[in-house]
């Protein structure tokens, strides 16, 4: 994944994603316990609905994920990327 250039806290569109990924055209949320709630299910469906329209591809992984597994939230982000 070294060949990617990631951006922590970026805007696009009226959001600011958690990274980003922009020749990549990938952008990783990581959310919270709060994201579990139906209300916030809800809005990230909707921020990842224009978040796509803008052209990205839009992952989410829990923050207990990167604690926990790293390595595999690592494993699932570079096989997501273009291979080209």
Same mark, same amino acid.
């Given at each position: 994944?070294?060949?990617?250039?990631?951006?922590?806290?970026?805007?696009? %569109?009226?959001?600011?994603?958690?990274?980003?990924?922009?020749? !990549?055209? /990938?952008? $990783?949320? *990581?959310?919270?316990?709060?994201?579990?709630?139906?209300?916030?299910?809800?809005? %990230?469906?909707?921020?990842?609905?224009?978040?796509?329209?803008? !052209?990205? /591809?839009? $992952?989410? *992984?829990?923050?207990?994920?990167?604690?926990?597994?790293?390595?595999?939230?690592?494993e699932?982000i570079?096989?997501?990327?273009?291979?080209?």
């Amino acid at each position: 994944m070294a060949r990617w250039k990631f951006r922590r806290q970026h805007p696009i %569109d009226r959001y600011v994603v958690d990274f980003v990924t922009l020749d !990549g055209k /990938l952008i $990783v949320e *990581v959310d919270g316990v709060t994201h579990a709630e139906p209300s916030e299910v809800a809005k %990230d469906k909707a921020r990842s609905e224009v978040l796509e329209t803008c !052209g990205f /591809l839009v $992952v989410r *992984v829990s923050n207990t994920d990167v604690y926990d597994n790293l390595e595999g939230v690592l494993e699932m982000i570079e096989s997501t990327l273009p291979s080209d």
